[in-house]
């Protein structure tokens, strides 16, 4: 099965609301990170995040261990945060494979 | 600097032509190395992983083959490319992943 699962699968928004996006995974977490992907394709990371609650700017990331869940909260949004975000889990005993959830598409409208 | 380097930006092959694609890397001592590739629209897919030199791992099987010849280098190729191998390929390093900013390739 997948080991990550996340939601939405895409979001619009209005400039200015709050997004809240969801990562939930199924085996026990070595690594967490959150990462956009601009529309170019190229990754880049927002927060590495095994466990806890990481700020930067308009951007939070909590990750609750024992709940098997990881989030991502944009505040404020803007048109440049439109993209698709990906969370990504590197769990014990992987064989060093990193499991990617399938993305969500975000779009802010001005 | 930590940086990961992946030539060519981009591509256009013809289909059944051989196919290198390369990724080295920086400020970065002994990682795991990666190997992605995402169809247009897709989501990532891990093809390889290498966790020291000479050891390659394959994940999804593609018809496509790695090689890690240094430890700073992870090589990605084929002797035949498909029109199924268009795509956008990522190279990456963990702990703490960190991705290259991609070769485009288009087989045409």
């Known amino acids: 099965g997948q080991q990550v699962q996340q939601s939405p699968a895409s979001l619009v928004l209005q400039e200015g609301e709050n997004a809240e996006l969801q990562c939930n995974f199924s085996?026990?977490?070595?690594?967490m990170q959150w990462f956009y992907q601009r529309p170019g394709g190229s990754l880049v990371s927002l927060f590495y995040?095994?466990?806890g609650t990481k700020h930067s700017g308009r951007l939070t990331s909590t990750t609750v261990i024992k709940e098997r869940r990881s989030s991502l909260h944009i505040s404020s949004s803007q048109t440049t945060d439109s993209g698709t975000y990906l969370c990504?889990?590197?769990?014990?005993?992987?064989?060093?494979?990193?499991?990617f959830g399938d993305g969500t598409q975000l779009v802010v409208k001005p | 600097a930590q940086t990961i380097h992946q030539w060519p930006v981009a591509e256009i092959k013809a289909v059944g032509s051989p196919l290198s694609l390369g990724c080295t890397i920086k400020g970065k001592s002994s990682p795991n190395l990666y190997w992605y590739w995402q169809a247009t629209g897709g989501t990532l897919q891990q093809l390889f992983y290498s966790i020291t030199v000479g050891q390659v791992e394959s994940v999804v099987q593609l018809n496509l083959s790695a090689s890690r010849p240094k430890d700073d280098q992870f090589i990605l190729s084929t002797e035949k490319l498909l029109l199924s191998h268009s795509g956008f390929y990522l190279c990456?390093?963990?702990?703490?992943?960190?991705f290259g900013k991609g070769t485009r390739l288009t087989v045409v």
């Open positions: 085996t026990s977490l070595n690594s």
């Open positions: 995040n095994p466990s």
């Open positions: 990456a390093w963990s702990p703490e992943v960190f």
């Open positions: 990504a889990l590197e769990g014990w005993n992987s064989n060093n494979r990193i499991f």
